[in-house]
């Protein structure tokens, strides 16, 4: 999971280099759409569909917040940004869930230590944003606090509306919704040429590898390990991203990226330890 959602910055930049962010969206959605379907078929399409059907307004909201407008942004902002500057400032996702949580009623404790965490993390984020608001970039930076915003929320709806529906099912309808969604503007901004190999490359590896595989291996490790244990993967993601950029795109690291790092992830652990189980108090 680190290693297939932390390549998909880079897969991103490369292509935003040469084909319109509405076509890299349509192809990512539709393309991973049918890479999932058959699995999806191993479960049944009557099942599937009837899922979809009694449950399609809640698969739209997290298809919004998770695919519409995250992966819209995200690419946009890429156009200005470095792909690691992109991966670091989404784990900071971890934190601000938390945040989203208490915000909207979680009695879930958040004890001293969790809030040390949480501002730990956000001075992070602050180090790494800083530098870009004063370097211009503040557009790009914004896009990229709406993008933390959809992915912090979109798994309430997952695990508070939609916990009765297999993960696989969820993961296709909001890959296909979004792909109809976007279709007419992909044709809009098709190229007039034919991208590079390593646009289409990249394209096709976002679709495959970084959507379709990843939400494959995302929802099977949710069943091996659980929900909680499962997000651990998230404080490796930045480092992929940061790696890939430097080797393969040979993007700078900077003092603040360096200085940040460690921050979020300290700050991540910490926001989101559990604390200990209480003791039932004997009847």
């Given amino acids: 999971m680190s290693l297939v959602w932390g390549v998909s910055y880079l897969f991103i930049k490369v292509a935003v280099e040469e084909v319109s962010v509405p076509l890299l969206v349509f192809s990512r959605t539709a393309g991973g759409a049918i890479a999932l379907l058959p699995f999806i078929a191993r479960r049944g399409w009557a099942t599937a569909l009837d899922d979809v059907r009694r449950h399609w307004r809640w698969i739209l909201a997290f298809c919004a917040l998770e695919m519409l407008g995250p992966w819209f942004l995200l690419s946009s902002a890429e156009q200005k ?150 997000m651990v993967f998230t404080y490796v993601n930045p480092a992929v991203a940061v790696i890939a950029g430097v080797l393969i795109l040979d993007e700078k690291v900077t003092a603040a990226m360096v200085l940040a790092f460690p921050l979020i992830i300290a700050g991540s652990v910490l926001a989101t330890r559990q604390g200990r189980p209480q003791t039932p108090a004997p009847a």
């Fill in 81 to 230: 940004i470095d792909s690691s500057l992109a991966g670091l400032i989404i784990a900071g996702v971890p934190i601000l869930a938390v945040l989203v949580g208490w915000l909207l009623g979680d009695r879930e404790h958040i004890g001293p230590v969790r809030w040390a965490g949480l501002l730990l993390g956000l001075l992070g984020v602050g180090v790494l944003a800083v530098p870009e608001l004063s370097g211009g970039e503040a557009f790009a930076v914004g896009q990229m606090a709406l993008v933390v915003l959809g992915y912090s929320t979109a798994p309430r709806i997952l695990a508070h509306k939609l916990g009765g529906v297999p993960g696989l099912t969820v993961a296709g309808a909001s890959l296909a919704m979004a792909g109809v969604i976007y279709l007419p503007f992909a044709l809009l901004t098709w190229p007039s040429e034919t991208p590079s190999p390593g646009a289409l490359g990249s394209m096709a590896a976002l679709a495959i590898v970084s959507t379709a595989l990843a939400f494959v291996a995302f929802f099977g490790l949710i069943a091996e390990a659980g929900p909680t244990r499962a």
